[in-house]
């Protein structure tokens, strides 16, 4: 991988003015992308995810900090920049119904990047389209059918498909298997590990499930509150998590997976994010919060790679566990 990243943020905001209040959706993220890796940002629906997506391919300018895509800034405001970052950035979205335009056939939905960026004649582009169907799985012969005569599998298949038609350098991928059943996500993450092989794609998995990230990612950022709260290799996080955000995902995957954890609460539901709390933006929910944590926000503490803000970082301790109690409630 090279030394310089395929794609940087950095110090990255999102405001948005709701009536007299401000909405903080992202709050100073900084991340960055090398070229041919698979990075996931995991966590859950209104932590910023989603909004740090948009503002990284350039859907959406942020309020503050910038983007580099292989050292340029993306400018969401220059159409010039907009098509150059279209050509080398792939994008899924969760629905792959309401992502495909109904009216259109599966070939041309295919087509419609190649049309915009000019790529080949007639003739090219409908031998591109049957390599790309092929290259995802499909007989070309479903080109010729509309979204709705496909099943959830196959419609985000043709999604993928349709990221891939411009030869992108980096796929994005947001939510891509949340809608679908268990034995179509294995499907679809089969797939998407063996295009990133075969293409040498870097990824960015966007995703509320730690166990579904694990199947794709080398490096994994958390994020809460529109702050990216922990970030290590997928080795690291899975093995020594130290942020209380982080341990309470992981021990609710491994609930689902069947696996023997103690169970890490998330008190209510996450502050709203036009009435963010003080100090630690995660204090209120969390089990290990003290004095400290609702007065001042937490310095960044690195291990190496591993970077995690919190004061109080670490494993779950033994008398922790007692304290929780079965079930992850306090004794």
């Given at each position: 991988m090279?030394?310089?990243?395929?794609?940087?943020?950095?110090?990255?905001?999102?405001?948005?003015?709701?009536?007299?209040?401000?909405l903080?959706a992202?709050?100073?993220?900084?991340?960055?992308?090398?070229?041919?890796?698979?990075?996931a940002?995991?966590?859950?629906?209104?932590?910023?995810?989603?909004?740090?997506?948009?503002?990284?391919?350039?859907?959406?300018?942020?309020?503050?900090?910038?983007?580099?895509?292989?050292?340029?800034?993306?400018?969401?405001?220059?159409?010039?920049?907009?098509?150059?970052?279209?050509?080398?950035?792939?994008?899924?979205?969760?629905?792959?119904?309401?992502?495909?335009?109904?009216?259109?056939?599966v070939?041309?939905?295919?087509?419609?990047?190649?049309?915009?960026?000019?790529?080949?004649?007639a003739?090219?582009?409908?031998?591109?389209?049957?390599?790309?169907?092929?290259a995802?799985?499909?007989?070309?012969?479903?080109?010729?059918?509309?979204?709705r005569?496909?099943?959830?599998?196959?419609?985000?298949?043709v999604?993928?498909a349709?990221?891939?038609?411009?030869?992108?350098?980096l796929?994005?991928?947001?939510?891509p298997?949340?809608?679908?059943?268990?034995?179509?996500?294995?499907?679809?993450?089969?797939?998407?590990?063996?295009?990133r092989?075969?293409?040498?794609l870097?990824y960015l998995?966007i995703?509320?499930?730690?166990?579904?990230?694990?199947?794709?990612?080398?490096?994994?950022?958390?994020?809460?509150?529109?702050?990216?709260?922990?970030?290590?290799?997928?080795?690291?996080?899975?093995?020594?998590?130290?942020?209380?955000?982080?341990?309470?995902?992981?021990s609710?995957?491994?609930?689902?997976?069947?696996?023997?954890?103690?169970r890490?609460?998330?008190?209510?539901?996450?502050?709203?994010?036009i009435?963010?709390?003080?100090?630690?933006p995660?204090?209120?929910?969390?089990?290990?919060?003290?004095?400290?944590?609702?007065?001042?926000?937490?310095?960044?503490?690195?291990?190496?790679?591993?970077?995690?803000?919190?004061?109080?970082?670490?494993?779950?301790?033994?008398?922790?566990?007692?304290?929780?109690?079965?079930?992850?409630?306090?004794?």
């Open positions: 090279s030394a310089s990243p395929l794609l940087e943020a950095r110090g990255i905001a999102k405001r948005y003015r709701v009536g007299r209040a401000v903080t992202v709050d100073g993220v900084d991340l960055t992308i090398g070229r041919g890796e698979a990075v940002v995991v966590g859950e629906s209104g932590s910023g995810k989603s909004t740090l997506a948009r503002i990284l391919v350039g859907l959406e300018a942020p309020s503050q900090g910038e983007v580099r895509f292989d050292g340029r800034i993306v400018d969401p405001t220059s159409r010039g920049s907009r098509l150059s970052l279209g050509a080398r950035v792939g994008v899924v979205f969760q629905d792959p119904y309401g992502s495909l335009n109904p009216r259109l056939s070939a041309r939905a295919i087509e419609e990047p190649l049309i915009v960026h000019r790529w080949g004649d003739s090219a582009r409908r031998r591109r389209v049957a390599e790309l169907l092929e995802v799985g499909l007989d070309p012969d479903l080109g010729a059918r509309r979204p005569g496909l099943s959830g599998g196959q419609r985000q298949r999604a993928i349709r990221a891939l038609a411009l030869d992108p350098e796929l994005v991928l947001d939510e298997v949340s809608a679908l059943d268990v034995s179509v996500q294995a499907q679809i993450l089969n797939l998407l590990a063996d295009l092989r075969a293409r040498t870097a998995f995703s509320h499930d730690l166990a579904v990230v694990r199947q794709v990612a080398e490096r994994i950022a958390v994020m809460y509150l529109g702050r990216i709260v922990e970030i290590a290799s997928a080795d690291e996080l899975y093995g020594a998590a130290a942020h209380p955000y982080t341990l309470a995902l992981l609710s995957a491994a609930e689902v997976e069947g696996a023997r954890a103690s890490i609460p998330l008190q209510g539901d996450p502050p709203s994010p009435e963010r709390p003080g100090g630690c995660f204090h209120p929910r969390c089990f290990r919060a003290r004095e400290r944590c609702g007065r001042e926000d937490p310095v960044v503490a690195t291990d190496g790679s591993h970077r995690v803000a919190c004061w109080y970082p670490g494993p779950v301790e033994p008398e922790e566990v007692r304290r929780l109690g079965p079930g992850g409630r306090d004794v």
